[in-house]
């Protein structure tokens, strides 16, 4: 009898009792190989209780069994026991008793490595979404809180129209420039009613601009000093965000100080 592997799994097993010497050759090289071919055909097309099955007997002196598991099914059983019959002819004949042993399907290993493929397109994709509905949703609360900015700006009459600085300093001309660093460029201004003021523009996106100038506006708020400059408003309704800060006179703010410490005076942002 021969031992089943689990499943999906097949075996073909033949034995052969030979007849005197002058018929070994005959029934290796005839009977035994159209037993096999018998028996391996039986199997493929008759489906069991127990999956596939086939017996072949020749003359009460030699059998042969094949048989398949039943999830492997009817085609999938004829390519392996097909596989495991060529085994017992070329290898284990004409010796008394042949076995082979296929211990599974060549498209068993096809269907994982499809699946296992799918599953991770599918985790990809769903990550790709997840970091895509994140982004979306920061967007979306960074312009919930730059509304309210703006309504605050608005009801403390804080808010500057874009246009109106941008004339104030020449369209942001070089020759306006006082100073850069990593947080933006600092251009000075004079308004409609000749007031004079510095004008920051904010070199991050919409989301990075809102907490640099939160920062920015605890800072400043929080720090009171005649040689300190003081936040007036801010532009968010532009291409960019504008704060605006007051300037203070050289000779107001260098008392004690050289030209290199009054620079930072007037820009009053950390860069």
């Known amino acids: 009898m021969q031992n089943l592997s689990p499943p999906p799994s097949t075996t073909s097993h033949a034995e052969a009792t030979p007849p005197p010497e002058r018929n070994s050759s005959m ?4 009977e035994c190989e159209v037993r096999v071919a018998n028996v391996t055909r039986n199997a493929a097309v008759s489906e069991g209780v127990s999956g596939f099955f086939g017996v072949a007997e020749v003359g009460g002196r030699a059998y042969a069994l094949a048989q398949c598991w039943e999830s492997v099914g009817r085609d999938g059983c004829w390519e392996c026991l097909g596989k495991a019959a060529a085994a017992v002819v070329g290898r284990c004949l004409p010796r008394r008793e042949g076995r082979a042993l296929n211990a599974g399907d060549s498209t068993l290993g096809v269907i994982m490595a ?16 997840y970091a895509v509905h994140l982004k979306r949703l920061k967007a979306k609360q960074a312009r919930r809180n730059l509304g309210k900015v703006s309504i605050s700006f608005n009801r403390l009459s804080m808010d500057f129209k874009y246009e109106t600085l941008e004339k104030a300093t020449d369209y942001f001309s070089l020759s306006k420039k006082l100073g850069q660093g990593g947080a933006g460029t600092v251009f000075i201004g004079s308004l409609p009613n000749n007031q004079t003021v510095a004008v920051k523009r904010l070199i991050f996106n919409t989301s990075q601009w809102v907490e640099e100038f939160f920062n920015e506006v605890n800072l400043i708020s929080g720090i009171q000093h005649k040689n300190l400059v003081k936040l007036l408003g801010c532009s968010i309704e532009g291409p960019e965000s504008l704060p ?4 203070l006179c050289l000779d107001e703010a ?8 009054a620079f930072f005076v007037v820009e009053a942002l950390p860069m």
């Open 27 to 30: 029934c290796r090289d005839a």
């Open 244 to 247: 605006v800060y007051t300037v």
């Open 114 to 129: 499809i699946a296992l493929a799918s599953a991770a397109f599918a985790m990809l994709t769903l990550f790709a979404a």
């Open 254 to 261: 260098t008392t004690g100080l050289d030209n290199a410490a």
